[in-house]
C-alpha cells in the first residue's frame, strides 16, 4: 500500500490529470520513435533532424501547434453536429482505455474485476465515432472508408478477443491486475524465478493478439479504411485542424494503450523478478514503458515492412485463418489447464 | 527447399531490420557535402577562346536563354603580303539560368568545343535576375569540367 493517504477528489484529480497527460505523451513518443525515426531508418533516411535541434524531436509537438491554429472547417453539406462530435468520441474511447491500465501494484485508475473485457468493449467504441465521421462527412471517400472501418473493425474484435481467452482461462481471472499477479506468481515446471509470462505458453495468442491489434489500428498492412492512395484518408478526408489532431491522437494513443494490454497479458506487465510492495509501484511505469516500447516496435515493425491488402484478402485473413487459430488456442489452454 | 508459408513475410522484416541498423543514405547537405561525380551536368560553362560567337547554341536553344553579341576584326594575314583576316571577336554571353531547361543542347551542337558541363551546383540566388550570367561568370566554372575521356582504340583523333 502506499505510505500516504489520499482523498477521494484528491487521488481523482490525480488520476485525471495523469490521464489526460499520459495520452498526448503517449502519442507523441510513439509517432516520434517510430513513425518518423524508424520508419525513416528502415527506408535509408534519417527522418526529421532539425526542428528542436537534437535529431527534430520537436517535429510533432510543433505540428500539434500547427494543427490548433488552422481553422476549423466543416464542409458546407456537413451534417455539423456529428461531424465536430465524431472525433472526440474517437479519442474518449482511447482515453477510456487507459482506466484500467496497471502500472504498478497499487497504480491504477480502476482495478475492474472484468478488466480486460471492460478494454475491449470501449476499444471497439471507436469504430462508431468512424462511423460517424464518414456519414457526416458527406463525402463518398469518407462513406466509403468507414464503412470499411467498420467491417475490418468488427471482423478484428473477434480474433483479438478470443485470443484473450486463452489467457484468462490459464489465469484464471479477467482484471489486469489479477493477469498480472497470476504471472509474476507462476511457476515454469516448478521453477519460480522469472514467473510464468504468459508470452511462453500462449505465444500463439499473442501472435494473434498482435495481428489483430495491428488491424484494430488500422495501421498498414490493415490500412484499408485510411488508403490514402484509394480514398484519400478514408473517414479523415474532410477533417482538419485539432479535429484530425484528435484522430491522430487517438490513434497513436490506442496503438500505445494495446501495446500496454498486451504487454500486460503476454509479457507480466509491471512486474519484474525480485521486486517487491513500494519499490514495484515505482519501478513498475519503466518496466510497464519498456515492455510497451518492446510490443509497440514489433507493431510499427510489421506496419512500415508489410504492403497493405486487398479487401478480400483482409476478411479472408480474418475469418479463416486467424478466427480458428484462435479457437484452436482457446482449446489446447483449456485441455490443458484440466489436465495439470 | 520447400515454402514455408510466410516466409516471404519474414525475409521482409529481415530487409527492414537490417536497413534499420545500417547509416541512412541522406546526406545532410548544408552541414556535409557530397562531391558530385567529375562528368555531372550541373551547369554549363564556357570556354571562351573557342568560341567564334557563330550562333549556333543561341539558335538551337529551345529556351532563347542565350545572349551573345560579337563584333567583326581584322587580324594581320597569315602569309607575308596577304589580305588580312576577319574574324568574329566575342562581346557578350549570357546565360539566362533562369529559363535555362538544362537540355544540354547547346553543349552538342557547338562545332568548336567551346561549352561543357560542368560538376558546379552551388549558384542559387535570391534574386531570380540574378541568375543571368556573363561569360566571365561562364569561364570560371570551366575549373570544375574534367578531361575528356580518352579516345576508344584504334580512333583516329581529327587533325
Known amino acids: 500500500m502506499l505510505a500516504f493517504e489520499l482523498s477521494f477528489w484528491q487521488s481523482t484529480l490525480l488520476k485525471t490529470v495523469v490521464v489526460l497527460s499520459v495520452i498526448p505523451a503517449a502519442a507523441v513518443i510513439l509517432g516520434y520513435v517510430f513513425l518518423l525515426k524508424m520508419m525513416a531508418h528502415m527506408q535509408s533516411r534519417l527522418g526529421p533532424m532539425e526542428p528542436g535541434g537534437f535529431h527534430g524531436w520537436f517535429q510533432l509537438i510543433g505540428d500539434g501547434i500547427k494543427f490548433i491554429q488552422k481553422e476549423d472547417i466543416i464542409p458546407a453539406e456537413a451534417d455539423r453536429r456529428v461531424f465536430a462530435i465524431a472525433p472526440v468520441i474517437v479519442l474518449v474511447s482511447t482515453f477510456l482505455l487507459y482506466i484500467v491500465l496497471p ?213 479472408a485473413f480474418a475469418w479463416k485463418i486467424l478466427i480458428p487459430l484462435s479457437l484452436l488456442n482457446i482449446v489446447a489452454t483449456g485441455v490443458l489447464k484440466v489436465a495439470f | 527447399m520447400p515454402k514455408i508459408p510466410g516466409q516471404g513475410l519474414v525475409k521482409g522484416l529481415g530487409v527492414t531490420f537490417k536497413t534499420m541498423l545500417q547509416p541512412a543514405v541522406t546526406v545532410q547537405y548544408p552541414k556535409e557535402r557530397e562531391e558530385p561525380v567529375g562528368r555531372a551536368r550541373g551547369v554549363i560553362a564556357l570556354k571562351e577562346e573557342n568560341c567564334t560567337a557563330c550562333m549556333l547554341c543561341a539558335r538551337e536553344c529551345p529556351d532563347w536563354c542565350i545572349y551573345i553579341e560579337g563584333h567583326k576584326e581584322k587580324r594581320p594575314p597569315r602569309r607575308e603580303g596577304g589580305k588580312p583576316r576577319t574574324v568574329n571577336a566575342l562581346d557578350r554571353f549570357d546565360i539566362d539560368y533562369a529559363l535555362c531547361m538544362y537540355c544540354g543542347i547547346c553543349v552538342e551542337v557547338c562545332p568548336f568545343d567551346a561549352l561543357f558541363w560542368s560538376p558546379e551546383f552551388e549558384y542559387s540566388e535570391v534574386r531570380i535576375a540574378d541568375l543571368l550570367h556573363d561569360k566571365d561568370k561562364l569561364g570560371e566554372w570551366m575549373e570544375g569540367v574534367p578531361e575528356p575521356q580518352p579516345l576508344e582504340a584504334g580512333a583516329v583523333k581529327k587533325k
Not at chain 1, 164 to 181: E, K, P, R, Y
Open chain 1, 103 to 315: 502500472a504498478g501494484p497499487d497504480l491504477v485508475v480502476q482495478d475492474l474485476d472484468v478488466g480486460i473485457f471492460y478494454a475491449l468493449a470501449v476499444s471497439s467504441l471507436s469504430v462508431i465515432g468512424v462511423l460517424m465521421a464518414g456519414w457526416a462527412s458527406a463525402n463518398k471517400y469518407s462513406l466509403l472508408g468507414s464503412l470499411r472501418a467498420a467491417g475490418q473493425l468488427i471482423a478484428y474484435e473477434l480474433p483479438l478477443v478470443l485470443a484473450v481467452v486463452g489467457v484468462v482461462i490459464q489465469a484464471g481471472t479477467m482484471s489486469l491486475q489479477g493477469i498480472v499477479h497470476a504471472q509474476a506468481d507462476g511457476e515454469i515446471f516448478g521453477v519460480g524465478l522469472i514467473g510464468n509470462p504468459y508470452l511462453l505458453t500462449q505465444a500463439l495468442g499473442f501472435v494473434i493478439f498482435v495481428a489483430a491489434s495491428q488491424a484494430e489500428l488500422t495501421q498498414t498492412p490493415f490500412d484499408m479504411p485510411v488508403a490514402e492512395s484509394e480514398l484519400v484518408a478514408g473517414y479523415m478526408t474532410e477533417y482538419s485542424g485539432f479535429r484530425f489532431l484528435f484522430f491522430f491522437m487517438a490513434e497513436f494513443g490506442t496503438a500505445f494503450a494495446l501495446s500496454a494490454i498486451a504487454a500486460t497479458l503476454y509479457l507480466g506487465g509491471w512486474s519484474v523478478p525480485f521486486v517487491e510492495g513500494n519499490l514495484a509501484n515505482v519501478l513498475g511505469p519503466f518496466v510497464l514503458g519498456a515492455k510497451i516500447m518492446l510490443v509497440a516496435f514489433l507493431i510499427f515493425w510489421m506496419r512500415f515492412t508489410f504492403p497493405r491488402f486487398r479487401e478480400d484478402q483482409l476478411q
